[in-house]
């Protein structure tokens, strides 16, 4: 267990250091402007999001179910994977969504620059106390400002716009970095725990590039700083590996295991 924690707090520390570089690059809004790289990190965005979260879900806990003989089988190991993976997340995102960022309100940094550059009026829009009364405020302020709407003189991508027009809860801290580091550490120990052999234990670390890339995508889009990014993920992160110190994944998995094994004599 311990050479599996250390390898998840390696990968967890090299994939920071990649999100801390967006503190010294020039990242932030580099995603908003017509063009495939707009459509590229809207779509890497919304593998995060409520629609590619579950999908990444079941696709990992099928893939999981493989290196099970019999179908009953994998359909217990998908079934207890899926549960306990929407248990997790659906608790701690919501922990997230309607404690922690309702309790510091810190704005997202593309109404910020909205307020600063454009007019908007930033109070009166998180005076709203619901995001889709916040969506509609939005929505009316940039459709009658369609002409003025530029960022460093070029015009926005459609797509960015309809993206910026959803996000309109708080910014701090990134909800979608959260959460995929938090499915990444633990769809990563996972891995390592069940396979021995290298040739399948080194894809422990693709759950980790795709959080990193989810985490990028949310500065470059605008819809959050290099603090809420870099914030969320340690934390996602964090929470796992307190987790997976706690050995339920270990128990559960190992008591099933002996379980069937049972019953197949």
Known sequence: MKSRIKQLLLISFISLLILGSTFLLPFGFSAIHEGWSASFWLLVSHSGGTVGVPLITITFCVLISLHYKGWKRKLLTIGLSLVAFSLVLGVMARFNEFFIKEKLKVERPNVKYLHKQKGFDMDAFYAYESKEERRRYLAYFLRSNADEMTFDGEGLHPKVIRHWIHETG???????????????????????????????????????????????????????????????????????????????????????????NQRMR
């Open 170 to 260: 708080y910014s701090f801290p990134s909800g979608h970095s959260f959460n995929a580091f938090l499915m990444a550490t633990l769809m990563a120990y996972i891995i390592l725990f069940i396979y021995s052999d290298f040739r399948r234990r080194r894809f422990f670390v693709l759950p980790f590039i795709w959080a990193t890339f989810v985490a990028l995508s949310r500065v470059m889009l605008g819809v959050h700083s290099s603090v809420d990014i870099t914030c969320g993920a340690a934390m996602g992160a964090l929470i796992a590996l307190v987790l997976v110190y706690a050995r339920p994944i270990d128990k559960l998995m190992m008591q099933k295991t002996v379980e069937w």
